[in-house]
Structure formats: C-alpha cells, structure tokens
C-alpha cells in the first residue's frame, strides 16, 4: 500500500532559527494536506495542496508541494516558541482513499 | 474549533473487557472517522463512516467495530480490550471525503485516551 514517509522525526532549534520538514509519498498524490498537533492537543489542518510545483504561504510558513506530486515541504522561518508541535502530511491512497499520515516530525524551540 | 465532542477522554480497563468511545458531532458533516494515534505512526485509520448506517473498514480494523445509527454520532467498540489497543483514539469528521477526489480537511476531537492493563 501506499507509504507516506516523513523527515526528520525530531528536530530541535533555538528560537529563531529556521525548520524545515520533509514528506515523500511512494505513490503519486493529487493532494497533499498538512496538520499541526500541539503536544496535548489535537491536530489541526493547515493547508492543502493541489497543483504540481505549488508554493503556499501562510505568515513565517511555506509549503511546497513537488513537482512530481510525490514530494512536499513545509518550511518555517524565525521559529518562535508557538511552533513548537508535532508536524504531519497526509496524502490520499490509503483505505477508500482516504488519507495515509506520514509518522510526523517533533518540533522543539528553545528560547 | 469544529463542534466534535469525545467521550469518555480518559479511561482505565483492563483485557478483556469491552470498551466503546463516543463521537458527537454538531457540524452535520457527512463522513466519521476514527483513527489511532501511536508514537512513530502518526495517525492510523481505524474505520470510518460515510453515511448512517455506512461504514468501512481502515487500515488497523482488527479487534474494532463501529456503529453510526445518526448522523451526528460515531460510535467505536473495542470488543474485548488488548493491550495493543492501548493509545489515543481521535475522531475526526469532514464534509467530503479526506483524500477523495475533491477532498475535505479533517476536524479531530480532542482525544480519547484509552489505557488497557
């Protein structure tokens, strides 16, 4: 089935510095979306992603979505300690084609 | 935030012993969506729901089943509880289907963590 595989797992940075996370799909995707879980929270959508090589911008966060459709990023520049959180993409092929997450990357800031 | 309430949040059991969480929604979203948080995963299907009395299985059935009698209620049944089951447990709901081709975003709950011993 298809695999949804995210890099890095964890990622420490001092407040201020710039994250970016990586997110690789065995399979052609026609989406991409992306969540943010608190530590204790939820997740929550982010953005999603449609058209090959689209970059989208929301504040200090870009997303880019591959030209190939297999790949996505999502980068955040000057992080402040509000970012910190757990990343996922999501992408459709799993069960009923519904979305497959990627196991997530753990963002630490440290002020 | 979406209007999706878990119950119970919280709960201790012990193998063997049967144990159901409960989705409500306010949003009048068509499809329900139960899914498994563990450390290394991410998020896991368990089953989902697109329509009363409709539901499917996801990518970790095994030892669950779910019901929906109303639209705004999801409800997940662990038959007889195993450690392996124990987690966090979200649902989420969405107006069209997530990862469909004219795909919906995801409203989670907050959580039901569920402890087996």
């Known amino acids: 089935g298809q695999q949804v595989m995210q890099i890095p797992q964890y990622q420490h940075v001092q407040e201020g510095e710039d994250f970016t996370t990586y997110c690789n799909s065995s399979?052609?995707?026609?989406?991409i979306q992306w969540y943010k879980q608190r530590p204790g929270g939820h997740p929550v959508f982010l953005i999603q992603?449609?058209?090959?090589?689209e970059v989208k911008k929301q504040k200090r966060l870009t997303f880019q979505f591959g030209e190939a459709k297999k790949n996505s990023s999502l980068h955040i520049t000057a992080t402040q300690t509000t970012d910190v959180g757990t990343y996922f993409c999501?992408?459709?092929?799993?069960?009923?084609?519904?979305?497959?997450f990627g196991p997530g990357t753990r963002l630490s800031v440290l002020p | 935030d979406a209007g999706i309430t878990q119950s119970p949040r919280h709960k201790v059991t012990e193998t063997g012993t049967p144990v159901t969480l409960r989705c409500h929604q306010t949003?009048?979203?068509?499809?329900m969506y139960w899914y498994r948080q563990d450390p290394g995963h991410g998020l896991r299907l368990i089953h989902y729901?697109?329509?009363?009395?409709?539901?499917d299985k996801g990518e970790v059935s095994d030892g669950y089943s779910v019901s929906r009698s109303k639209t705004e209620d999801f409800l997940l049944t662990l038959e007889s509880a195993t450690s392996s089951q124990t987690s966090v447990y979200f649902c989420?709901?969405?107006?069209?289907?997530?990862?469909?081709?004219?795909?919906?975003?995801?409203?989670f709950g907050e959580g039901s963590r569920l402890t087996v011993l």
């Open positions: 989420a709901i969405s107006e069209r289907l997530a990862g469909g081709s004219n795909t919906g975003e995801l409203f």
């Open positions: 992603l449609v058209k090959s090589g």
């Open positions: 729901s697109y329509g009363v009395k409709d539901t």
């Open positions: 999501a992408g459709p092929g799993g069960y009923g084609q519904n979305f497959v």
């Open positions: 949003e009048n979203h068509r499809y």
């Open positions: 399979t052609t995707l026609s989406n």
